[in-house]
């Protein structure tokens, strides 16, 4: 999660973990707080985890890396990384990724500000101490609010759970034939949860490649290109 700096001297109520409030009051109430506040609201719920851990920072790692390949072969998709989301008026998460399509290629999300607001077409969670959460409240706001795809990396134990968007709710996926995981908003963004566990970063990039090379990416790519506005 990323940290909001000091916009200027305030006499604003500080956030306390567990305040319900509407996404406005929470949003100028973080923007007041101190730069080394973390924060995030769920479910109209203030909640201030804690510092992240050394394996939860590892294991982020592989997972951008995984998707900014993607991104470098598909003009018109962005990843962000823990970028505030103005999600709707009970959430403002702080996505571990998301990727999304630009508003400029047709995509759900735009900007407020310096903000992103809308819902990204693909979140990604790295959760431990935040497992129950992401399972659970973050789960249904993501639901809510339009996300396509959903992604938790759960590290104790170690799984992979991959939703998808079905009739307005999310329903867990199954893998393919071969273990992997194949995403239905980004075509071609194939997904091998043993090498991503596993730390295999040449197995995690060798299903990928094949992604990429498929003719759903390649109409995907030129789908993209004819949207620009």
């Known amino acids: 999660m990323s940290m909001i700096d000091q916009r200027k001297p305030t006499t604003l109520p500080p956030l306390v973990a567990g305040q319900r409030l509407d996404r406005a009051t929470f949003h100028e109430r973080y923007e007041a707080m101190p730069p080394a506040t973390r924060a995030e609201l769920i479910g109209g719920i203030v909640y201030m985890p804690s510092p992240l851990s050394a394996d939860h920072g590892d294991e982020n790692s592989p997972v951008v890396y995984w998707i900014m390949h993607y991104q470098r072969f598909t003009r018109g998709v962005k990843t962000s990384i823990n970028a505030s989301t103005f999600l709707d008026d009970q959430a403002e998460p702080q996505p571990d990724v998301s990727l999304r399509i630009l508003p400029e290629f047709g995509g759900q999300t735009h900007y407020e500000g310096e903000y992103l607001a809308g819902a990204p077409e693909l979140v990604v969670e790295v959760a431990r101490s935040s497992r129950k959460i992401d399972l659970g409240e973050k789960l249904r706001d993501y639901e809510r609010a339009g996300v396509l795809e959903y992604l938790v990396y759960a590290l104790d134990p170690p799984e992979i759970f991959w939703f998808a968007r079905r009739e307005g709710h999310f329903v867990r996926q199954a893998t393919d034939e071969d273990g992997c995981y194949h995403s239905e908003a980004f075509p071609g963004l194939w997904l091998d949860p043993r090498a991503l ?22 109409a995907f790519v030129a789908r993209l290109a004819d949207k620009p506005s």
């Open 197 to 218: 566990l596993d730390d295999d970063l040449d197995g995690l990039m060798a299903t990928l490649e094949r992604g990429l090379a498929t003719a759903e990416h390649a």
